[in-house]
């Protein structure tokens, strides 16, 4: 009899690992609809703290960078800041 009832007592503590979670409750304010990448605006120039450089928006580097991001709101003033501009989507100075 105590196998059956470790069995049990195991059985119930696996089904409650196992159980999905509780849906997340639904919020009285409806969600903002989520808007494409052609409607964000995106800053002119973005700087990159580890390699002093600004770079596009758009640019590969930027993509691969997290935490690191600074936007500036012209290139001229990531340029006063002490940045270079990036080798390879060679944003011009405004």
Do not use: I
């Amino acid at each position: 009899m105590a196998w059956t009832q470790m069995l049990e007592q195991v059985k119930l503590r696996v089904w409650h690992w196992l159980r999905p979670p509780a849906p997340a409750p639904v919020s009285a304010v409806p969600a903002a609809p989520k808007r494409t990448m052609a409607e964000v605006e995106l800053p002119p120039v973005v700087g990159l703290n580890k390699s002093k450089r600004y770079h596009n928006p758009e640019c590969g580097f930027v993509k691969h960078a997290k935490g690191q991001l600074v936007s500036f709101r012209s290139r001229q003033d990531a340029h006063e800041h002490g940045l270079e501009p990036c080798h390879v989507c060679t944003p011009s100075v405004n």
